[in-house]
């Protein structure tokens, strides 16, 4: 991958230019120059047209270049990127990014650690990666070689690092296919060298998608390893989505009897927590749950997705002391706002059998929740305009009934 090319001064003028461009039009024209890598040059307008909210700060370094596109698809976020450096706060020592990528995650992190090494078996992506680590400033070393291969090096000379970070491939290739979400089914095998790492590394904080089943990582993690480390569990949001479940293992604490601890945050852009809710296991199940109707003038509340994520559906109840609609149902509802409550909150107007067919707004969001219809088809047979300052929601309520329950937003 000729990418050297992009530190040319025209070719920077050239991105530059074109970067609130459309990429698919720019590439039926010709490119300014033959000698021009220009697909590379495209690629690279592509992901900067993504960083200028996923990470801006290093969009914004001077000669900074980034991944081919389909890896930057799996770059953290600053945000998130910050939210790592403040769990492993309190570390410090040699750091190991085995899975170096980008190197986002490890610009942070090493700002506890006297030093680091990032592992990138990809060769051009480790030339990338060093070029960055130079003009970044950072004291990282770039090593290019496989996170097993590294390890074992590790094993045979006895060396010890603080924190080993891992962000596997959920991918077969450059240009495979997704939903490689299963621990053993990543790059590499988190299971297969975990062993391994429990013998030189004092913790290690593993980054999977939000689509993996929190108690099945769980459980694996733990069956592989001879001792029972604590497994601390931060499942973080940002910008209203679900971003990453992260897996902190701490090899010199012994698991708690109550189940790993799981944090759910919302983060801001700069990485500081807007909110967050902590509880374990044996909380969730020991939770208090109070079931109640929707009546007109009470709150209804909906968990944001990293909450919903983390599973503490039933704790919520308790912890916020608020009423749920249904077992199944995701919803609460109570007398007052919940003002501290980590998601959506919504004053309720109304609620109407299923069968009706016409609402008093003719303008209203449409969400269906532990209901067997789409919020698609329900909306066309309501003859609901999309948005608005209303919401309805579809839902069953604690004595299985279904119900259509009308709000006001703001």
């Avoid at 592509?46 to 969009?59: D, E, S």
């Avoid at 090494?117 to 290019?144: M, R, W």
């Avoid at 007109?296 to 509340?301: D, L, R």
């Avoid at 919020?375 to 300052?389: C, I, S, T």
């Amino acid at each position: 991958m000729d990418w050297k090319k992009l530190l040319d001064k025209d070719v920077q003028d050239f991105i530059s230019e074109h970067e609130g461009d459309d990429v698919a039009a720019l590439a039926l024209k010709k490119s300014p120059d033959k000698s021009w890598p220009y697909p590379i040059i495209l690629d690279q307008i592509k992901v900067r047209q993504k960083a200028r909210q996923k990470t801006p700060k290093l969009r914004d370094t001077k000669s900074f270049v980034f991944p081919p596109h389909f890896l930057y698809e799996q770059v953290s976020s600053e945000a998130c990127a910050s939210y790592k450096a403040q769990i492993t706060r309190d570390m410090e020592g040699r750091f190991v990014d085995l899975t170096a990528g980008a190197g986002v995650d490890s610009f942070f992190l090493s700002e506890n650690f006297s030093s680091g090494v990032l592992v990138e078996k990809n060769s051009g992506n480790a030339e990338i990666l060093s070029h960055n680590v130079q003009i970044t400033g950072h004291k990282l070393e770039v090593k290019n070689e496989s996170a097993e291969d590294f390890v074992s090096k590790l094993l045979a000379k006895g060396d010890k690092v603080s924190l080993a970070y891992i962000d596997p491939q959920r991918r077969e290739d450059a240009g495979g296919r997704k939903g490689l979400f299963d621990l053993e089914r990543c790059s590499p095998d988190i299971l297969e060298i975990l062993p391994d790492l429990a013998k030189v590394v004092g913790a290690v904080l593993i980054k999977t998608a939000p689509f993996l089943d929190i108690d099945k990582a769980l459980g694996q993690l733990a069956g592989c390893l001879p001792d029972a480390p604590r497994i601390d569990v931060h499942v973080s949001q940002w910008r209203g989505e679900c971003k990453e479940v992260l897996y902190y293992i701490d090899f010199s604490a012994s698991r708690h009897e109550d189940g790993a601890l799981i944090t759910a945050v919302d983060l801001g852009d700069d990485g500081a927590v807007k909110n967050s809710l902590s509880f374990r296991k044996r909380d969730e199940r020991n939770a208090k749950v109070s079931y109640a109707m929707p009546e007109v003038g009470k709150y209804i509340h909906e968990p944001d997705p990293a909450f919903q994520k983390a599973g503490a559906f039933k704790y919520i109840c308790q912890h916020f002391c608020i009423d749920k609609l249904h077992a199944h149902t995701h919803l609460y509802v109570s007398s007052g706002i919940k003002r501290d409550f980590p998601g959506k909150k919504y004053k309720i107007m109304g609620t109407f059998p299923l069968k009706s067919k016409v609402l008093p707004v003719g303008q209203a969001d449409v969400a269906v929740r532990n209901f067997p219809q789409s919020a698609e088809a329900l909306r066309k047979r309501l003859k609901l305009r999309d948005g608005g300052m209303h919401r309805v929601y579809a839902t069953t309520t604690h004595d299985d009934r279904y119900c259509l329950i009308l709000c006001e937003k703001g």
